[in-house]
């Protein structure tokens, strides 16, 4: 399960790895559940055949899924991830899915509990090449009182027998491991539909994935 991300820096960095131009306000760089980052989709209008419409946009919105039936912003402290086994049947990601509303989560990288050695040590993972990862994921927008709130959750599958992600959270926990995409699936998984979807539900490649262990003066630099 992944509650802690970093988001990426640098504008051209953004632009050369997911083809397309960041928000103006792209939210925190160091995300947590509610904060404002930013998520990739296909524009609706993308469908209709007009040329000049971008295959990408990449929007602000809060981390952790608001569904259109919520009261307030608050669920998105327990809506950060999706379970894919049952997220179909979920009330707070269900009616995203079957409308296959996905999007990309752009990240350099996630942070995960190592317990190993008795108590949590934070842990950096990100691509082993340096490039920016894209975790796959479901959006939302909500109706609040003063306007329309964009928010996104990110998807999860099981990792026992992945060799890295096992690793981490107790040893009394199911482990688990977001969706991570690899690049020339970006495309295909946006225009997905709904039937298709589980298709991507896959682990990424251990040994594309390097995990470095946060020492105790970095701990404010990422929360």
């Not at 296959?100 to 950096?124: L, N």
């Amino acid at each position: 399960m992944c509650s802690h991300y970093q988001g990426i820096k640098e504008r051209e960095r953004y632009i050369k790895r997911f083809q397309v131009q960041p928000p103006a306000d792209p939210g925190r760089i160091d995300v947590w559940p509610g904060y404002a980052a930013s998520f990739i989709r296909r524009p609706k209008e993308a469908d209709a055949g007009d040329e000049a419409v971008p295959d990408r946009e990449a929007l602000a919105g809060l981390f952790g899924l608001i569904p259109h039936w919520s009261a307030d912003s608050k669920i998105t402290k327990s809506t950060y991830n999706a379970r894919s086994e049952t997220v179909a049947s979920k009330p707070s990601f269900r009616d995203a899915w079957k409308n296959a509303q996905h999007c990309i989560i752009p990240v350099e990288a996630f942070f995960e509990p190592d317990w190993r050695s008795g108590k949590a040590i934070a842990t950096r993972i990100a691509g082993t090449n340096g490039a920016p990862l894209g975790i796959a994921g479901l959006w939302s927008s909500w109706k609040s009182p003063k306007d329309v709130v964009y928010s996104f959750t990110m998807l999860t599958i099981n990792a026992d027998g992945h060799a890295l992600m096992c690793q981490f959270h107790k040893s009394v926990d199911e482990k688990r491991m977001v969706v991570i995409l690899p690049p020339d699936s970006f495309d295909t998984w946006l225009r997905a539909k709904p039937q298709d979807s589980m298709d991507f539900m896959r682990q990424y490649p251990a040994e594309r994935l390097t995990a470095t262990a946060v020492l105790p003066a970095q701990q404010s630099l990422v929360g």
